[in-house]
């Protein structure tokens, strides 16, 4: 089976370490996220994936922020059975093949050129109802050729960080502002996040740089008339962590008792 040879850089080098994170969870005897699809891209890709400096703890932390976000993903879709989903840098997530829709919902994966052209010769597009964009989430003109005539569930894992704030408004401005209703899914990191940036090793090693912290949630509601925050979890706090590795574990519990560290990292879910 011949390897793809993998030339990413910066941001979009750093969807090899969420990639692996999923790989090594599917190998544990505890899987959280079962996503076999990511071991077999593993494999298939020709890359030393040390670089990414992804751990068995962090590794369940990847497949939990995951399976947060397919939870709250499944929910929208069980009361909206014919949505439309936008996957904005969706990486080699295989969200859509986890979740299997249906041809009912409407789903949409998003990303640049290049990452869009190593999904499709490394990932199995799902059943249905399903395309792909090749284009960074913030281009003005991809938004355009997605019908507005559904409810609209967007989820971005692991891209506000790397967004300036003013593209990260103008963003969810334009999403709000043209579908019909709807919800936002997505992770963020806190002010702390971001000065901390450097000992994270697959963003150090990309070269890639952080950008947008958010320390208040509620701050976002004011960007578009009726948006709504309905869940801010602390990803100290995400159910399942009992599934980490004890080190883990003590890990967290430590974090979530720093007032400082506490907040580095959110799981945010929002209605429009």
Do not use: N
């Amino acid at each position: 089976m011949d390897r793809e040879t993998v030339t990413l850089s910066g941001a979009p080098e750093t969807l090899l370490a969420t990639l692996y994170g999923r790989a090594l969870d599917s190998r544990a005897s505890r899987s959280i996220l079962h996503d076999d699809a990511a071991e077999r891209a593993v494999r298939r890709i020709d890359y030393d994936f040390r670089r990414t400096g992804i751990t068995a703890t962090t590794a369940a932390g990847v497949a939990l922020r995951a399976r947060q976000l397919d939870g709250w993903t499944r929910q929208f879709l069980a009361a909206h059975p014919e949505a439309t989903v936008l996957h904005l840098a969706c990486g080699l997530d295989t969200r859509a093949q986890r979740l299997a829709a249906g041809p009912s919902v409407r789903w949409v994966d998003v990303d640049h050129p290049e990452v869009i052209a190593l999904r499709e010769r490394l990932l199995d597009p799902p059943e249905g109802d399903y395309r792909m964009v090749a284009a960074s989430v913030t281009d003005e003109g991809w938004l355009d050729d997605v019908p507005a005539d559904r409810p609209t569930v967007a989820v971005f894992e692991g891209l506000t960080m790397y967004l300036r704030k003013s593209d990260g408004r103008r963003l969810i401005e334009r999403i709000t502002g043209r579908f019909p209703s709807g919800e936002l899914l997505f992770d963020c990191y806190g002010t702390a996040g971001i000065r901390l940036q450097k000992l994270v090793p697959a963003v150090r090693r990309s070269g890639a740089t952080l950008h947008w912290a958010i320390d208040d949630p509620c701050e976002l509601e004011g960007w578009q008339d009726g948006l709504v925050l309905t869940d801010a979890l602390r990803s100290v706090d995400m159910p399942g962590m009992d599934l980490l590795p004890r080190a883990g574990r003590v890990q967290m519990a430590v974090l979530a008792r720093m007032p400082g560290l506490r907040d580095v990292g959110r799981i945010l879910r929002y209605r429009f």
